[in-house]
């Protein structure tokens, strides 16, 4: 087993633009991460999303430290994540840049605790925050779960991104 500082010399010597390009081909779907700061929709795309635990129900994100959005978003203890379908890549880039209106065009209602929703997303899960990590350049957020849209409720396939690229499920069959 390597020690901490055997594993920090080890991971020093990783590329970072290898590091990205080999985890590319990872496929991952991808999220929109909202809330709203008195009145004001805020949001930012996230890829990094995931299911943590069943009892008590929870979920998982990870945000770059240099996020401006998610400070603001912590500040409030509460988010939505709206997990894209396939027609809404266009939503990924707009919510992806930063210093432009990223509402811009964007059809939303609230959620019971004022989380905006986005129109046609596959699905939503709204949450408080339970925990909140350092890890690297991130912080892994953990969100308790206490509004959800059920998974059959969506028509559509989710938007997924592999090898720089935006992708969609094509059946096997």
Same mark, same amino acid.
């Given at each position: 087993m390597? =020690?901490?500082?055997?594993?920090a $010399?080890h991971?020093?010597?990783?590329?970072?633009?290898?590091?990205?390009?080999?985890?590319?081909?990872?496929?991952s779907?991808l999220?929109?991460v909202t !809330?709203?700061d008195? !009145? $004001? *929709?805020? +949001?930012?795309?996230?890829? %990094?999303?995931?299911?943590?635990s069943?009892? *008590?129900p929870?979920i998982?994100?990870?945000?770059?430290? =240099? %996020? =401006?959005t998610?400070p603001?978003?912590? %500040?409030t203890?509460?988010?939505?994540v709206?997990?894209l379908?396939h027609? &809404?890549?266009?939503?990924a880039? &707009?919510?992806?840049?930063?210093?432009t209106?990223?509402?811009? !065009?964007? =059809?939303? $209602?609230?959620?019971?605790? +004022?989380? *905006?929703?986005?129109a046609?997303?596959?699905?939503?899960i709204?949450?408080?925050i339970?925990a909140?990590? $350092?890890?690297?350049?991130?912080?892994?957020?953990?969100?308790?779960?206490n509004?959800?849209?059920?998974?059959?409720?969506g028509? %559509?396939e989710p938007?997924?991104?592999?090898? !720089?690229q935006?992708r969609?499920? &094509?059946?096997?069959?």
């Amino acid at each position: 087993m390597n =020690t901490p500082s055997q594993l920090a $010399e080890h991971t020093s010597t990783i590329d970072a633009r290898r590091f990205r390009d080999t985890l590319g081909h990872y496929a991952s779907g991808l999220t929109i991460v909202t !809330g709203d700061d008195d !009145g $004001e *929709p805020l +949001g930012f795309t996230c890829q %990094s999303f995931y299911s943590v635990s069943v009892e *008590p129900p929870l979920i998982s994100f990870s945000v770059m430290k =240099t %996020s =401006t959005t998610y400070p603001r978003i912590r %500040s409030t203890g509460k988010f939505a994540v709206n997990v894209l379908a396939h027609h &809404q890549h266009s939503i990924a880039n &707009q919510f992806a840049r930063s210093g432009t209106d990223k509402w811009a !065009g964007i =059809t939303w $209602e609230p959620t019971s605790s +004022g989380n *905006p929703i986005l129109a046609d997303s596959l699905i939503w899960i709204d949450c408080t925050i339970h925990a909140e990590y $350092e890890a690297g350049d991130h912080f892994i957020v953990v969100g308790a779960v206490n509004e959800l849209i059920s998974a059959d409720a969506g028509q %559509s396939e989710p938007l997924l991104f592999f090898k !720089g690229q935006y992708r969609h499920l &094509q059946s096997t069959d």
